[in-house]
T-cell receptor
Framework: AQRVTQPEKLLSVFKGAPVELKCNYS??????LFWYVQYSRQRLQLLLR??SRESIKGFTADLNKGETSFHLKKPFAQEEDSAMYYC??????????FGTGTRLKVLA | SQTIHQWPATLVQPVGSPLSLECTVE??????LYWYRQAAGRGLQLLFY??????ISSEVPQNLSASRPQDRQFILSSKKLLLSDSGFYLC?????????????FGPGTRLTVL
């Protein structure tokens, strides 16, 4: 079955601490994975995609096919990183499967 | 530039009443269009997607239906709302290429069924 799992509903870290938001997927094909973010009172928006291999706002995510994971990491959390984060997988050409989301709270 | 609109922003409806939520996209042609429901603890659940006029796929059998009467208009409907239809409904679009890319989301509609 095609699935995206985000095991943590809530993750609280202190400002300046490292952050890792976990994402695991189940997909028999070649995966394309994304991280989306929703800040308070803003629209859901793309944060980064694995094919770009980019760092956005200090966040990176590496696709690990052996562990079927796409964890989102940032070495030093900032208060403005507090938001809801969703991991997403594209199956076929049109369908997205989203995880249940992780709410990140960065404490001062 | 492209924009996506949804309305209404909030809606309170009694059980058994009909529903019509509208989504329109500007600045692009033949977009892929999507309806999601966002529920606490359940993430984003894909309800419908459309790759063209009158080409709509349903992902979750339920009390809802979708229509695409125009290229850039996507409507979510119900004939009789249930309590379980309450939630936050998001419309999204993506570029009409051979592979789905970034999705752009609307502001959402908060639906409360009483």
């Amino acid at each position: 079955a095609q699935r995206v799992t985000q095991p943590e509903k809530l993750l609280s870290v202190f400002k300046g601490a490292p952050v890792e938001l976990k994402c695991n997927y189940s997909y028999s094909g070649s995966p394309e994975l994304f991280w989306y973010v929703q800040y308070s009172r803003q629209r859901l928006q793309l944060l980064l995609r694995h094919i770009s291999r980019e760092s956005i706002k200090g966040f990176t995510a590496d696709l690990n096919k052996g562990e079927t994971s796409f964890h989102l990491k940032k070495p030093f959390a900032q208060e403005e990183d507090s938001a809801m984060y969703y991991c997403a997988l594209i199956t076929g050409t049109y369908k997205y499967i989203f995880g249940t989301g992780t709410r990140l709270k960065v404490l001062a | 530039s492209q924009t996506i609109h949804q309305w209404p922003a909030t809606l309170v409806q009694p059980v058994g009443s009909p529903l019509s939520l509208e989504c329109t996209v500007e600045g692009t042609s033949n977009p892929n269009l999507y309806w999601y429901r966002q529920a606490a603890g359940r993430g984003l659940q894909l309800l419908f997607y459309s790759i063209g006029i009158d080409q709509i796929s349903s992902e979750v059998p339920q009390n809802l239906s979708a229509s695409r009467p125009q290229d850039r208009q996507f409507i979510l409907s119900s004939k009789k709302l249930l309590l379980s239809d309450s939630g936050f409904y998001l419309c999204a679009w993506s570029v009409p290429s051979g592979r789905a890319l970034e999705q752009f989301f609307g502001p959402g509609t908060r639906l409360t069924v009483l």
